[in-house]
């Protein structure tokens, strides 16, 4: 190596570091919130604003919390739009019961609101939960494709409430993404330059596995469509978009919204890195014809720090190829100018690149993927009046906002820019 590449590379690590150091410290910063202060016995009351399948392992992670670990948290209300979904978790749970949200929300005895309704809804009720003084548990994706504007005013208003927000990736429970982002920081593998991730899996929950759990059902009193609507176009009342609205592009974006934060969530994190500058993707409906989203989905970011993001996956075979930790079988992979870190078994795995002087090293991971630590990671946060949990508000605002540019970029063939400083996407 020559003199001038060794200053350079010593300069670009050293900037590398400089700009990691600042989004960490950013990161980890600990806000102390207004509102109500818990005291040790306190109990924090969960209302959960969606009753389907996925809304049943968010009430059964709490009740687990509860009845066997004794946390102090408690069921209180569950909503749905339609009332016999949400009647039947709440009498299982002893649960008050409502089909508006913005009743449940009234209910002085909830203080944390647990999100799981279709995309489109999620981030207009995380908004009004802010507002009424929850603090909130919300699946991903934390909006839909269309509402990229939406996802701006919900960092914002996190932000300015100081009101603790969990997004739904709850892969950021494991300990190898916050050890991995440490080594980066410290410069194991020098400055980052490229990683890989994805999912992959037969089948959608949108055509196969999303029940109708009537065939027969109607608007009415037990069924609010205009409440399922919501901001997405009007259209008459389908059964099939009611039920499996995922097959749907007004409520849904497929693997790239459905999925990929899973995947991308950690990277981003462990990479340091915040809004993309540019976007490129390919895929569509490959394997499917029934749906209206993607299937198939690849997508390619690149970040001003220059390092680039692979983002792989597909709904018609389930064969990742590498690794077996990481969202849908596929295990990162981070690149640096020094060497590479992968996630095998319990282990990380430092392998220096060609060149590099630095030996093989093999890190223990200290504690794996776990929904229920997900939510004690939160509900730790809200007894503490403290904004730091594992996947905030603002880590789902860069995450989401490259997700969108893909999407985008797909659907209108064009490649996707993004305008820091107006905190715009350009096609």
């Not at 959608?204 to 065939?215: N, S, T, Y």
């Amino acid at each position: 190596m020559s003199e001038a590449q060794a200053n350079r590379k010593a300069a670009t690590r050293r900037e590398f570091l400089g700009q990691t150091a600042a989004v960490a410290a950013g990161a980890m910063a600990v806000s102390v919130l207004p509102g109500r202060v818990f005291g040790a016995n306190d109990r924090l009351g969960v209302g959960f604003i969606g009753a389907g399948g996925r809304q049943q392992a968010h009430l059964g992670s709490v009740a687990y919390l509860r009845d066997q670990q004794k946390a102090a948290v408690d069921i209180v209300a569950v909503c749905d739009a339609y009332r016999p979904r949400a009647q039947k978790a709440a009498d299982r749970f002893k649960a008050k019961v409502f089909t508006d949200h913005r009743e449940l929300l009234k209910d002085p005895n909830v203080d944390v609101v647990a999100i799981a309704t279709p995309d489109h809804h999620h981030a207009c009720q995380a908004l009004d939960a802010i507002k009424a003084g929850k603090d909130v548990y919300c699946e991903k994706p934390v909006t839909h494709w269309r509402q990229f504007e939406l996802i701006k005013r919900l960092a914002e208003e996190v932000r300015k409430s100081g009101r603790v927000f969990q997004l739904g990736s709850q892969g950021m429970s494991d300990s190898a993404w916050h050890q991995a982002r440490k080594l980066i920081q410290d410069g194991l593998i020098g400055p980052p330059l490229h990683a890989e991730c994805g999912y992959f899996r037969v089948g959608d929950w949108g055509e196969r596995g999303m029940p109708v759990d009537d065939p027969n059902a109607k608007p009415g009193a037990d069924l609010n469509w205009e409440a399922f609507l919501g901001d997405s176009p009007k259209r008459d009342f389908d059964v099939s978009r009611y039920f499996r609205w995922r097959m749907y592009e007004d409520y849904a974006g497929g693997p790239v919204t459905d999925l990929f934060p899973h995947s991308l969530t950690p990277v981003v994190s462990m990479l340091g890195v915040t809004f993309p500058s540019m976007v490129v993707a390919t895929g569509g409906i490959f394997r499917y014809p029934e749906r209206e989203v993607p299937d198939t989905f690849n997508m390619l970011i690149d970040y001003p720090q220059k390092i680039t993001v692979a983002v792989l996956g597909t709904q018609g075979n389930n064969f990742s190829g590498t690794g077996d930790r990481g969202a849908g079988g596929r295990s990162p992979i981070v690149r640096g100018w020094e060497g590479t870190l992968t996630f095998t078994g319990k282990e990380i795995v430092f392998t220096p690149a060609e060149g590099s002087k630095k030996q093989p090293q093999r890190f223990p991971i200290e504690r794996g993927e776990s929904l229920v630590d997900h939510w004690k990671n939160l509900l730790e946060c809200c007894k503490a009046h403290e904004q730091k949990t594992w996947s905030p508000a603002d880590l789902a605002y860069q995450v989401q906002t490259a997700l969108i540019m893909g999407f985008l970029a797909l659907r209108q063939g064009k490649v996707a820019k993004f305008d820091a400083g107006k905190q715009q996407i350009v096609l």
